[in-house]
């Protein structure tokens, strides 16, 4: 099976902007002549690793920013062509570290530990990477990344525009609808134990009575349940998104873990 689970992806599922899109867009200086254009694939980070895991991780984000300069060098592919094991990355570095956590935490075990001497290496440009060797580079390998909007966007969200761009307006809005189910498609497909939300609004979409409101159930805080078209439950956490500014890596880290270990009881 593809690595990224739905048979047909592309043009065949991807939503283009709309005229009015289009034009409220320009207002704004952005240039639509590539924003919005390009379909972004996304999924497992490697698809033998994650079936093989004892714990399906999900993290559901908004977008992937592209540059022009992206675009033009053809980076369609988040979990190929955007992945970066340079440290100074929040959102990779984070990442990596929540996958980690996430993996290494459990009842019997307890929290895992942030620590560890042997996670980073200096390589020849000086800039300090994730050691290909260690654990913290081999569990980032066993989850997957799952983008609401799978097309390039920009380095800020704006919310109302993809709330507009993702909730389908009526029965007849077929694109969206479309748009929907292939998206529930892709998560059920990955089959997850653990989803966790990055970010404002990510869960306010999913858990719309439009979208997958009826898969979704509060148990307090920042968990949920999700459970899919065949009764299948995950744990479900609403969290902040990993590029997050002012918060240490350390604090998110034990924030996440700390939550899903909360989870389990």
């Known amino acids: 099976m593809d690595k990224y689970y739905v048979e047909g992806w592309g043009n065949s599922w991807h939503r283009t902007l709309s005229d009015e899109e289009k034009e409220a867009y320009k207002k704004a200086g952005i240039n639509v ?25 999900v993290f559901i984000t908004k977008e992937a920013y592209t540059s022009e300069t992206d675009l033009n060098n053809h980076i369609i592919d988040i ?25 290494n935490t459990s009842k019997e075990e307890g929290i895992a530990d942030f620590n560890s001497d042997e996670r980073i290496i ?14 913290l580079y ?13 097309s390039n966007g920009l380095s800020s969200t704006d919310y109302d525009y993809l709330w507009n761009y993702m909730i389908p307006q009526g029965d007849d809005d077929l694109i969206r609808k479309n748009y929907r189910d292939n998206l529930l498609n892709q998560i059920e497909q990955l089959d997850p134990d653990i989803i966790v939300c990055c970010g404002k609004g990510v869960l306010d979409i999913i858990k719309d009575d439009k979208m997958y409101g009826d898969k979704i159930e509060e148990k307090g805080g920042r968990i949920y349940q999700w459970k899919d078209s065949k009764g299948k439950t995950a744990k479900l ?17 034990y924030g996440l873990v700390v939550t899903y270990l909360k989870s389990l009881d």
């Open 122 to 135: 200096e390589n020849e440009k000086n800039n300090w990477e994730i050691n290909v060797n260690s654990e």
């Open 79 to 103: 979990t190929r062509d955007y992945y970066d094991p340079n440290i100074n990355t929040h959102f990779w570095r984070r990442l990596h570290q929540w996958a980690y956590g996430l993996l």
């Open 237 to 253: 956490i609403n969290y902040v998104h990993p590029s997050i500014i002012g918060i240490s890596d350390d604090i998110l880290f």
């Open 138 to 150: 081999k569990n980032m390998q066993k989850v997957a990344i799952v983008n609401l909007k799978k």
């Open 33 to 57: 002549d590539t924003f919005g254009e390009f379909f972004i694939k996304d999924g497992c980070m490697n698809e033998t690793e994650y079936r093989d895991s004892n714990k399906k991780i």
